[in-house]
């Protein structure tokens, strides 16, 4: 069974950083993509960055770009999400998600409906 426990949400005020990390296990395939999302009420879910496995291709949504980086450790055994230079409209809680026998990190953060996998959710607040 697969299982994504992410942690590192936290209050933070604007202009200041944070490190998001997903533990992932049970995947029974090496191919499969994991990134974050992340929701605010009354909005649907976005995609922020996903990186696919065997490649390492990563995408970032536009208000992503050039301040957040995705990267897995040696073992990949985990995902994180290094955030910095953090709005107040980064605030949301953020989901680790995964989809095995994929490899289009593009693909999977732009549509919601591809991951089969989630965590429970880490709560980011940015603050003035």
């Known amino acids: 069974e697969v299982q994504l426990v992410e942690s590192g949400g936290a209050l933070v005020q604007t202009g200041g950083s944070l490190r998001l990390s997903c533990e992932f296990s049970?995947?029974?395939?090496?191919?499969?993509?994991i990134g974050w999302f992340r929701q605010v009420p009354g909005k649907p879910r976005e995609g922020v960055s996903c990186i696919s496995s065997q490649v390492g291709t990563t995408y970032y949504t536009d208000s992503a770009k050039g301040r957040f980086a995705i990267s897995t450790d040696g073992a990949k055994k985990t995902v994180s999400l290094e955030m910095n230079n953090l709005k107040l409209e980064d605030t949301a809680v953020y989901y680790c998600a995964a989809a095995q026998g994929v490899q289009d990190a593009r693909l999977m953060c732009l549509y919601n409906a591809l991951p089969n996998y989630w965590g429970q959710g880490t709560q980011v607040t940015v603050s003035l």
């Open positions: 049970g995947f029974t395939r090496d191919d499969f993509v």
